[in-house]
C-alpha cells in the first residue's frame, strides 16, 4: 500500500522549510504505526479500542488530520555535571484540531528548534478526545460548545475548574488556559483558580487534566 501523502497547498518556500523540520517522513515500526499504515485502523476511536499502546507521533497526523500546534513556553534549564555547566532548552507544547482533541508535551534539547519538535511529538502521543456539550443550565441549545459538567485538574499547586457556561459567553480564562481549550475546541466556559498560574507549564497541565477529566469524570 502506497505511504499517506499530505499536501499543503499555498505555502511559502519558508513554511515548507518549517514543516520539513518538525515533520519527519513517518515509518512506522510499532504494531498498532503499521496497522494505522497498511489502512486496517484508520480513526482514532478504533487506535484507542485495540488497546495497543500509541508511541509513534507519525500516526496521530494519519488519524487526525489538520492539526495544528501552538509553543506556549519556552525556558532554559541548567544542570551542574562534572564537565561544568549544561544549559538546555525546555519547551511547552499543545496541539489540537480546535474541534475536540487535545495533546500536551513538553520538550528539551540544547537547540531551541528541537526542543520545541520533541515538544510537539509527545503532545501527540498525549492527544485525547475531550468530551464538550451543554453543560449549562442558562443555555439549552444543545451544541458542544463547553464542558458538559463542572470538571477540575490539578498540577503542582495550580488547580484549575471549568464550569459550564452559556453559548456567547467565551472564555472566561487566563491566556495560557484559553490557549489550551481554544485549541480543544472548547468555545465557552467559566473558570476558576487557585495557585501559582504564573507558571505557565502547571497552568496549562491543570487545564488539560481538567479537559481530560470530561471523559474520566461522570456528572
Known amino acids: 500500500m502506497s505511504r499517506p501523502v499530505r499536501r499543503y497547498w499555498g505555502e511559502t518556500v519558508d513554511q515548507k522549510k518549517k514543516r520539513d523540520f518538525y ?6 515500526r510499532t504494531r498498532l504505526g503499521r496497522l494505522v499504515f497498511e489502512g486496517q485502523v484508520t480513526t482514532f476511536d478504533e487506535a484507542i ?6 508511541k509513534e507521533a507519525g500516526l496521530i497526523d494519519v488519524l487526525i488530520p489538520g492539526l495544528e500546534d501552538e509553543v506556549l513556553d519556552i525556558n532554559m534549564v541548567q544542570r551542574m555535571t562534572d564537565s561544568g555547566r549544561r544549559v538546555k ?13 487535545i495533546g500536551l508535551g513538553e520538550g528539551k534539547d540544547v537547540q531551541v528548534g528541537r526542543a520545541i519538535k520533541k515538544g510537539i511529538d509527545n503532545a501527540k502521543l498525549n492527544i485525547m478526545k475531550v468530551k464538550r456539550g451543554c453543560g449549562s443550565w442558562e443555555c439549552g441549545c444543545g451544541l458542544p460548545h463547553t464542558v458538559p459538567y463542572e470538571v477540575v485538574g490539578e498540577s503542582g499547586s495550580v488547580r484549575v475548574v471549568l464550569i459550564p457556561a452559556p453559548r456567547g459567553l467565551g472564555i472566561a480564562a487566563g491566556d495560557t488556559s484559553k490557549k489550551v481549550m481554544d485549541m480543544a475546541g472548547i468555545k465557552d466556559v467559566w473558570t476558576r483558580t487557585a495557585g501559582s498560574t504564573r507558571t505557565t507549564l502547571n497552568f ?10 470530561t471523559i474520566t469524570v461522570r456528572a
Open 23 to 28: 515533520q519527519e517522513e513517518w515509518v512506522p
Open 49 to 54: 479500542a485495540s488497546g495497543l499502546p500509541i
Open 89 to 101: 532548552f525546555r519547551t511547552t507544547v499543545i496541539v489540537g484540531n480546535r474541534d475536540g482533541y
Open 204 to 213: 496549562a497541565k491543570a487545564t488539560y487534566n481538567a479537559l481530560i477529566n
